[in-house]
């Protein structure tokens, strides 16, 4: 039986089997893409509009009434101004501790380092949601309930953080930290200048997941802070979706333009430095 129309000679797919994957590919594509574009369409609409029409991507009547009601008339510029604080901590406090928590799993031999890691894993896989309330009643003990530190602290450290550098640094040669021990240096020298200045792949990719996933978080803010002034993106969103800021209308607009410019931030970061997604073998020196 004749493979023409399944394969061209030399084994490779015919050009037919060729635009059908394209064809799927592209329909998948726009079946990810369309809720982000309806939603940035909806948003210049009006009320009514949104109402009526909620699946058109053309706005009848363009207007920015929805973004300067959220930015003039809302708590948006300090939700927006909170998780831009608690982000940059979290993200430098994590691509810091957990850099050195992975070093010291990696490199340093101390009683319990092995029962260190397991429980690291066990931390892993366990959902977040089940440490809640524990985290709750720890935050509540330590008096620091509603405020800034309530908020950054818990989530300066990271298990999976700490797992993807201690594996990073494992891929490193021991070799490498062998002539800066013989100059004299001490470990956290031999760590800060020799060994991290090698991690970079591994420190892009914490800080890209760091700062995604604290810009994104949501459960956390929940069982910190009940203090309006305190409320982050995510938080306030959330209370903006589910009750809104008053008026008869579903203000679908205002509540989408919230999550629109939300998103701006992680989107960006993300198409810039996707390219510098960690490369487990980079930065390694062949022995």
């Known amino acids: 039986?004749?493979?023409?129309?399944?394969?061209?000679?030399?084994?490779?797919?015919?050009?037919?089997?060729?635009?059908?994957?394209?064809?799927?590919?592209?329909?998948?594509?726009?079946?990810?893409?369309f809720p982000f574009v309806l939603q940035v369409a909806s948003s210049f609409k009006s009320d009514t509009e949104a109402t009526a029409n909620p699946m058109g991507l053309v706005p009848q009547v363009w207007t920015t009434a929805a973004y300067q009601r959220l930015f003039q008339n809302s708590d948006f510029p300090l939700w927006f101004a909170n998780s831009v604080v608690v982000t940059l901590f979290v993200t430098a406090g994590r691509v810091f501790f957990n850099s050195l928590a992975g070093y010291a799993l990696a490199r340093l031999r101390f009683p319990g380092r092995r029962l260190v890691f397991?429980?690291?894993?066990?931390?892993?896989?366990?959902?977040?949601?089940?440490?809640?309330?524990?985290k709750f009643l720890v935050i509540n003990t330590l008096?620091?309930?509603d405020s800034y530190p309530a908020l950054v602290l818990p989530l300066l450290v990271d298990a999976a953080g700490v797992f993807i550098m201690k594996n990073f640094f494992e891929s490193i040669p021991a070799s490498v930290e062998e002539a800066a021990r013989i100059d004299g240096a001490g470990t956290f020298r031999t760590f800060w200048s020799i060994v991290l200045p090698m991690a970079v792949p591994a420190l892009v990719t914490i800080t890209i997941l760091s700062f995604q996933g604290s810009w994104n978080e949501y459960s956390h803010f929940i069982i910190t802070s009940q203090d309006p002034a305190l409320f982050t993106l995510t938080k306030g969103v959330g209370t903006l979706a589910s009750g809104g800021l008053g008026g008869k209308t579903n203000q679908f607009p205002l509540k989408l333009a919230a999550a629109a410019v939300m998103t701006i931030p992680v989107a960006v970061l993300f198409f810039v430095f996707q390219r510098r997604i960690m490369n487990t073998s980079a930065g390694a020196v062949k022995e």
């Open 1 to 33: 039986m004749s493979t023409e129309t399944s394969l061209v000679p030399g084994g490779r797919p015919s050009r037919a089997g060729t635009w059908i994957t394209l064809a799927v590919l592209c329909f998948l594509a726009l079946g990810y893409v």
């Open 118 to 134: 397991l429980l690291l894993v066990a931390v892993m896989s366990v959902p977040g949601v089940v440490l809640l309330i524990p």
């Open 143 to 145: 008096g620091i309930y």
